[in-house]
């Protein structure tokens, strides 16, 4: 098998400037990806085994990686400097090599990983860890049953305490228990199960158990059984199945106990109020949860090169009696295409200030769940990533035609690997429904007690009025403006949480109907705030990180893109600015002209932003974004070049 | 292998009602489907000519149907009454059962057969489909070219008239003259082949040739080279390949001559102007087109009946210490899926008004290409269709969890498989640009010659200000009422095309710029005129139906439905009608009230009406919806029953 050439080009200045801080654990993984067989091709024809088998063999590829062990065993010690970002980096490379990789690295690493390193004791990181990152064994991640995905507070799974033995035995107790879902089912050894703590009769709420799978030979632990859910729209190499525990026995050394551990005589102690240990524990994962904004952020990348570059290479139609046009040159194809680029710069920079926050946290040994604005951004990004991607690479699909359909072209597989992020852990609906809890939270503790009221009190007496009136200070001109549009993501955020806090008073403190009705019946406002919160963390981490670009060249191509992330957002929202009189009529028809004129003017730039994405040719693998593939010659289109030449319509 | 029962029911009154006048049709196509061995069964670990293979014996087994074959008889006739209607029928039946069976039927049924016996004789006809109906042989039909997808006109493929021999010699000149994306390319023995007819170095335009692929032992016809395309994102089953063609030589008879035939002696003659010709070739294809919009809706009710049904099922979350909640009573689960099955709804009706015209059309041995208006109506549809369709079902899935993302549950190969609807066969960005084009010629050919000009003085001296003064009449409660909703979307698509022509009229005339720069300038707003356009038939012809519903409460249920639909369209479009003023501030917020609470209302009766869809369980498989299924009993939830009982949650 031919090795592809691994780019050989050292990197632009606004390659760098993409990849961050930690570019060269970025090369170290592309490097490796790249002079790996393992990566190489793509085929279409595996049984589901052998896609099993292909994922567990890139990801010990991956495991073994020298960067990757040390990395491995710094999640082990506490307050590692940059350890998010580093491990954001690794699943953004690892994704785009292919998403399975990616997806089962997250759950033996990120999700048994934390939970292990996040709960567990520093005995239990040696036991149950440390042997993860020598390859020995590996883990898997059992929250999900089958009656409890979304509302996981509700998991029935049971894990009585035993004293006589000093064991808990792990028990499913009705086929709404099984844990569904779980990744690494067929292949994994150990699992952190959440089940709920009940001692002498009484439960402690849902704690989270390791719990022994099948040993390194396969058998299984006495009373355990895993079943196969096989087939899925993508994710093939990703085994899920069913786990259900009849009476297993475990050691009480078993229990993850930071929030929550039972002496040998049975009695229960925890470091936190009931009501907070669960959140407390799932505060662990919010590393993870960021992950997936990673994850989503590289399928987007992905098909923008690959729609990007066929748009430059295909032509079709054109002025009569002349060569037909670049279909980038077609108003539907920029104005289609330009915006999802855009938005993955936003997610790119709005990603590493998430895991930047976190870093700071960790190292300052604050607690994740406690910090409401984090819990909420990273809660609102998986959200909005995810649907980003989806919405991204279906427009790249379309954009690509019948192209775009075969799987040659790498399309459709990546729509069909990065469809399921929209709703696995946390369907989006409820990250936007925690985003508003934890912004609805952050105000109340910031102004007293009482949730609603506090909003209240907070909102009117602040901006919000003046926002209006240095509005009205703009002049028709200024909608070009990046203020202008930071002003108006600002000023829709905070009247829609006016607005919200406002309906939810009326509705239970003075009309005392039920909260989760009240709620429900807010629900479109709900996800409204939340997405035009992200909206405006985007906006804003894009435009600071335009000012932060050293390179004037690369600060001048940002500044385009950015200001077009900010056009793009407005306009779509802007029937809200309208019946809010933030936008006239007129301003708003100038918002479209403008995004048409924005898209219109980075087409070519694109060509150098999707270059800068520095992702190695054996990962995009597409014949019609320039990379040559024997098995589909008829798929082949050379890469374009940038800049590229001047064509008559960028007059137009 | 058991066979799942047929549905032994009677139909109810709203069932009959949505299967149209041919539903006897329909039911011997559901009974030949529910009976078939061949239908009982999905398997996702299939090789790639295993697929092939089984798609093959689906579509025998449906061209073996006695009402099939008197159908396809039919076919070779003019002038049959309710021929188009017939065809929608059977084209929906199938394409529920299976997608790649309705698709590879459409290739040769549709599209060979469309070619074969429009612009045949009646001896081609009798030579090259009748044996068709007979299961002698298939076709294909070659198009499109590695160069030329969109812009077929611009194909390459020669056809040169060798007189000495009285053959044409079918040639590919150049890799972009390959013919792509052939459908039954593998197994298929003839081809309709388009190439540009050249008689002593003229070229004459593109015309139709029928040529032999290969014979029923598949020895390949001299010259004809023919390569696998292989692995798709969906229709699996459907063999689609690239043709090449080496100085092939077929005889003059093969030239399918309807608009231009060629004389032993080398003579031309057409009794079309060169500039139609193409065009009224391409009519021949119109009822195809109308196929794919009947595809995506089959498409679209499967996905919602697994959806509706799931989500009148599954519970979680809800009122504190009471029992969840079925996922339906969620605002934003409601507020998601009930659109899109008033938009199923609203295409049902409409497709079969498009068939109507089409029969009335053809039984008036009118030709359909001077149609404007079908014209325009069938290629919007199109785009419509199978745009909603993808958004559909992308709600769908997303409204069913992970259980949406397993292959089980059906939705994920319905998704795949129709995603190519919205570029094959008409990419929908060109669709669109075909609907304003006999939109304006339509105008253009009332008002005189200069196109832009009478479109201008049609609209000026007509109905936009009327129609504007008409709405100041509108009280602020009216925007329940379905008047106005049909008064806002028939104002929105003339303003649209006034200002269009307005601004075609100024670039082109007034400035002289170059017509595909100006059109492509415009082509935003070409494209939402369109839309628009096609927004407006849909609900007048939804309202039309509600109207001839004899039944009264199913004339109640639909108008619910319809009224949704109505004001479905124009909240997507408020910001439009907010810069346009025919919207408040305040009538805009009503909209938003009336969707949310229309979604409320109908959630209910949606179990009803997907129940009413009429679709056997064979073909819906999925064991969310309520059809077990031994390899996925942990998908398994039993079906709902309508009516639900009241919840506490609809009194909201």
């Known amino acids: 098998m031919l090795l592809s050439s691994i780019d050989q080009m050292p990197s632009s200045s606004l390659a760098r400037y993409l990849d961050g801080e930690f570019w ?13 067989d393992l990566f190489q091709s793509s085929c279409y024809e595996r049984t589901l085994d052998q896609n099993r088998d292909l994922t567990a063999d890139r990801l010990y ?76 064994f590996t883990g898997m991640f059992a929250m999900t049953e089958r009656g409890h995905g979304s509302n996981v507070r509700g998991i029935i799974t049971e894990a009585r305490y035993d004293q006589p033995t000093q064991e808990f035995i792990i028990h499913t107790p009705s086929e709404d228990a099984h844990k569904m879902y779980i990744g690494n089912a067929m292949k994994g050894n150990f699992a952190a199960v959440f089940a709920q703590l009940i001692i002498n009769g009484e439960s402690q709420g849902p704690h989270c158990f390791v719990v022994p799978i099948r040993d390194e030979n396969g058998v299984m632990w006495p009373g355990v059984t895993v079943s196969d859910m096989k087939h899925k729209e993508g994710l093939h190499g990703v085994d899920n199945g069913i786990l259900i525990f009849d009476n297993v026995r475990i050691p009480r050394e078993n229990l993850l106990g930071k929030f929550g551990s039972v002496s040998a005589d049975g009695l229960y102690s925890s470091p936190a109020l009931r009501g907070n240990r669960f959140n407390a524990m799932l505060a662990a994962l919010t590393p993870t949860r960021l992950g997936l904004t990673v994850q989503a952020m590289a399928a987007m990348k992905l098909g923008l090169i690959i729609a990007v570059c066929y748009s430059h290479s295909r032509r079709q139609f054109g002025p009569k009696d002349q060569e037909e046009v670049k279909i980038m040159e077609h108003q539907t194809q920029n104005l289609r295409l330009m915006p999802h680029l855009s938005a993955a710069l936003a997610l790119t920079f709005t990603s590493r200030y998430a895991a930047d926050l976190m870093d700071d946290a960790l190292c300052k040994g604050e607690d994740l769940q406690s910090n409401r604005a984090l819990q909420a951004l990273v809660a609102g990004l998986k959200a909005y990533s995810t649907w980003a991607n989806v919405a991204c690479l279906q427009d790249c699909r379309e954009c690509t035609g019948g192209m775009g359909f075969m799987m040659e072209n790498r399309i459709p597989s990546l729509k069909c690997d990065s469809d399921v992020f929209v709703t696995f852990e946390g369907d989006n609906m409820v990250m936007l429904q925690v985003v508003v809890r934890e912004l609805l939270t952050q105000y109340t503790k910031q102004m007293g007690n009482n949730l609603v009221m506090g909003l209240i009190r907070n909102l009117t007496s602040s901006a919000s009025d003046s926002l209006r009136t240095s509005f009205l200070g703009f002049s028709v001109d200024k909608v070009g403006d990046l203020m202008f549009l930071l002003k108006a993501v600002r000023y829709r955020e905070r009247v829609l949480q006016r607005s919200l806090a406002s309906r939810l008073y009326t509705k239970v403190d003075k009309n005392k109907e039920e909260f989760f009705m009240a709620w429900n019946s807010c629900l479109h406002h709900v996800i409204t705030l939340a997405m035009a919160h992200i909206h405006r963390v985007t906006l804003e981490q894009f435009a600071l990180a335009v000012q932060d670009c050293q390179i004037k060249e690369d600060r001048a191509l940002l500044s385009k893109f950015c200001l077009l992330h900010g056009t793009s957002l407005v306009y779509q929202e802007r029937a809200w600015y309208l019946e809010h009189k933030y936008l006239t009529p007129t301003t708003s028809r100038q918002i479209r002209s403008q995004l048409l004129e924005l898209c219109r003017s980075v087409k070519d730039d694109a060509l150098k932003v999707v270059d800068d994405f520095n992702i190695p040719s054996c990962c995009i693998q597409a014949p019609i974004a320039g990379i040559a593939n024997p098995r589909a010659e008829w798929a ?12 008559p319509l960028s007059k137009l």
């Open 24 to 36: 060269e654990i970025k090369d170290a993984f592309r490097d490796a990806i790249s002079k790996s």
């Open 61 to 136: 590829h991956i495991l073994r990686q020298p960067v990757m062990k040390e990395h491995l065993k710094n999640q082990l010690k506490e307050k590692q400097k940059g350890f998010i970002n580093k491990s954001m980096s690794i699943t953004e490379v690892v994704c785009a090599a292919d998403m399975n990789t990616g997806v089962k690295l997250g759950v033996v690493c990120g999700l048994y990983g934390g939970a292990v390193n996040n709960l567990g004791s520093p005995e239990q990181k040696i036991k149950f860890y440390l042997p993860v990152s020598e390859l020995q």
């Open 636 to 647: 082949f289109y050379p890469k374009p070049e940038y800049p590229s030449s001047t064509q």
